[in-house]
């Protein structure tokens, strides 16, 4: 059976993931900040040795199985705190750095904490939750400073782990994917003028992820598509 691994299982996409991975037969490894009563569940904190020992027992309890897909569904719009900036005197550091934690720094971690486990694959693919954006390309109307530098940020992360991962996991794609406007507590506060047709459903969004994946060459670069299959603009 193949294996998959959702980091961020708790959250609306990471969960709907969970449920089409097990729904193809699938042995779902699931990673959160939340405690389920599941033997295959990992509790992490959001610092270096807890991921790094999570990791670690992830590869021992995977052993030499094959990982098919692993989903970075992990990620910050807003907060009790954090609001997603309209103008330059909104801007915070302390918001500022806490979105760039979670949306950039939290990434790369987990891939560089399951780097030994990606080495020994063959035909992986490693989809992380990005967003059009973070496009520099596609920004048109401003606003949301921190949440735009922040994916902006991790796809040149991607990129950049994309070209070394070319030499040392080379059975593994790296795709960066933006899922478009989803139904869940990320999208909540902004959907009031996201046309009907527009706002997807966490299932349909997994679905096409996992979709969207499965159709992306092993060719040692980075993807960075969207819920359709299309190339983003960088």
Known sequence: MHQAIVIGSNGGIGAACVQQLKSTQHQVWTLSRSNQAS?????????????HRVAKNLVNSIDDKPVRHLIIATGVLHTETIKP?????????????????ANTWLPLA????????LQKQAD??????????????????????????????????????AIELARR???????????????????????????????????????RLLEVAQQQRLDGTLSFVDWNGQTVDW
């Open 39 to 51: 033997d295959h569940h990992r509790v992490f904190r959001d610092d270096e040795v807890s991921i």
């Open 85 to 101: 900036e309209k103008r330059l005197e909104d801007l915070c550091s302390a918001s500022t750095q806490a979105v760039f934690a």
């Open 110 to 117: 987990w891939l560089q904490a399951l780097l030994p486990l």
């Open 124 to 161: 992986c693919r490693v989809s992380v939750l990005s967003a059009r954006v973070g496009s520099i390309g596609d920004n048109r109307l401003g606003g949301w400073y921190s949440y735009r530098a922040s994916k902006a940020a991790l796809n040149m992360m991607l990129q950049t782990a």
């Open 169 to 207: 996991a080379k059975g593994v794609k790296l795709i960066a994917f933006h899922p478009g406007t989803t139904d869940t507590r990320l999208s909540e506060p902004f959907q009031a003028n996201v046309p009907e047709h527009k706002l997807f459903s966490p299932s349909f969004v997994a679905g």
